[in-house]
Each structure stands twice: as structure tokens, then as C-alpha cells.
């Protein structure tokens, strides 16, 4: 397998009847769940919280209307897209009968092999079980599960309509069916997967969360201001968000809970997060969820000025 870009394929041949569970309501699960649904797949999406869930829905029927005004879907497709995702906080109804979970609840190495026992005991014997963890192993996860060869990383990419690159990583015990499988899956929804192995970070979060936590240090010791830094990358780089913008846009509590994984996996002072990072999260200001990070955001997330903490 190669990290070429391919077409979209048809698989499998009775979308209709591979059912799918999405787990966690938040910025990827409503995003993922959009787009399975989308693209034919019959979708449970679970959270354990209703306000979350109802949240999501409202956010993937807004998407879809961007999508419409695009061209992508006809406003006909919408109403049978949003007819093929069901609701649910109970992770027991949401994974019967399903052939795949993809779960996406927070990134916490306890939360993510207290709900993959969970999915494992409920969750029929052949279906897959996918993570979308940022960073976490995935044999780790596998491990607590009676089915390794089952257990595989589909890393989507945020927002998820949008991106077209899905990371697929195999554990140390990921049989080729489950590798091959989820990489057809992610064809058939558009997207470009590219398979890479189980260690820290992958290869995205390796390279990504190095970078966004230099531009971190690099304010922390005022080398240059939060737009300065943004505008050397954006305009420099042609990056198309600065790191610091695009940290907010991660959220700085995920952007903080990866760079824990690759320091503790690879015991290197390089991926020590920076204190500054470490505060502003354990202040609440986690970017554009909370409305505040290195940015100030409205309701509708847009940025509208640089954080009065960083303004000069
Ligand atoms: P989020 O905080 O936006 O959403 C997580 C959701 O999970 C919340 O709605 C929460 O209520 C729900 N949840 C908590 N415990 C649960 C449980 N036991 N069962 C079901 N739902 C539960 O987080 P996110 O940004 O969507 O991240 C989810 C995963 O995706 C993480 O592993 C993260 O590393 C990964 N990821 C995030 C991004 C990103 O840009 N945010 C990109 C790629 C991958």
C-alpha cells in the first residue's frame, strides 16, 4: 500500500446494511460521522452527553449546508444523509449489530481501555474496532480487547468533511483483513489513507505537535508576538493557519494530551510541553471550544483579536 492518492472506491457492495458506531459527539465524532453518512454507511452515534449529541447533529446539518451551497450534496441528500444517522447515549445499543466502531472520545489512555472493554463485550465478535486516537498506541488499547487483530488507528483529519487524509496504523497484532479493510473504507468515503505503524504521535502528530509546541516556546520567551508568529508560518511556510492558530483550532487540551504521549513514549526532553501550554489548559482556555486560547473567538468560532494575555 502506498501513500499515493487514490480514487474513491465502491466498498463495500451493501453499504446499506454495514452498519457503523461512532463514539463521542465532539469535533471528530460529529465530523466522522458525517461523512460515513454521507457517503451510504447507516450511522449510531453515541455520546454521554445528550447536550453534546444534539450539538453534533446541529453542526453536521450546518456543514451539509455548506456542502450544499459548494455542490457536493443537493439539499435532497441532505435530509436522507441526516436520516441515516441515529442518536444514542448508550454505548450497548449504539455497537450492536455494527461491523465497525470508530471510536472518538477523549484522549486519555484510562478513558479510551474503559470504553474499548466496553465496546469489546457488546460489540458483535467480527466487527472491527477502530480508534481515532491522536497518539495513543494502539496495541496498547488492543490489549485490554479479546480481539488485537481486530483493533486498528483510523486517524482522521479535522474538520473531517474537508480533509482528505486518514492515517491508518496498524498495532502489533492488526491482522492484514482488518488493515486492508479499514483502508478500503476510508476510500470509499473520499479520502486518501496512508498506512504508517504504531509508534507516538505516528507520523502526523510527530511532526505537527514538535512544531506548534516550538511556536508555543518560541512566544513563551517573546521572541515574537501570537500574530507574528502565525504570519512568519502562514506567509513564509504557506501554511495555511499559523501553528498557534491551528493549536486553538486542535484544542490546546489535545494538542497537550499528545505531546504527554510522545514525551513519556520516547523519553526526550524535545517533546517536554511547554509550561506555557501546560497553564493555559489548566486555566480552561483551550482555544476555539472554549471560546479563548491564543486567540479570542465568537460564538461561531471565528477569531476577533489575539488574546487580551498575549495583546501587547
Ligand atoms: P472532544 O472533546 O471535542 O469530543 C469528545 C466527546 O467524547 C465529547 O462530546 C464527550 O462528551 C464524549 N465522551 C466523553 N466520554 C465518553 C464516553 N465514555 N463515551 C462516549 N463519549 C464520551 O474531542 P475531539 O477533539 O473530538 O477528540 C476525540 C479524539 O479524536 C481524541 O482521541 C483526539 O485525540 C482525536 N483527534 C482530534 C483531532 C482534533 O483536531 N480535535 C484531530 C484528530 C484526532
Redesign the pocket.
Known sequence: MSGVEERAVDFPENKAEYRVAV???????NGIAHVFAQFGFPVCL????ED?LEGALATISRNLDRQIRKGIVSAEEKEEILRRIALTTS?EEAVRDVRLVVE????SVS??E??FRKVDKYAPGEAILA??????SITRLASVTGRPEKVVGM????PVPVMRLVEIIRGYATSDETAQTVYKLALALGKTPVEVRDYPGFVSNRILMPMINEAIYTLWQGVAGVEEIDTVMRLGMNHPMGPLGLAD???LD?CL??LEVLYEGFRQERYAPCPLLVNMVRAGKLGV?SGEGFYVYDDRGKPVGVSPVFAK
Open positions: 463514539l463521542g459527539a465532539g469535533t471528530m465524532g453515541m455520546d454521554i452527553s453534546r454505548l472518538a472520545v477523549p484522549e478513558l479510551k474503559e470504553v480508534t481515532n486516537t491522536s497518539s495513543i486517524h482522521f483529519m479535522n483550532f486542535i484544542g489535545v494530551a499528545i471550544k
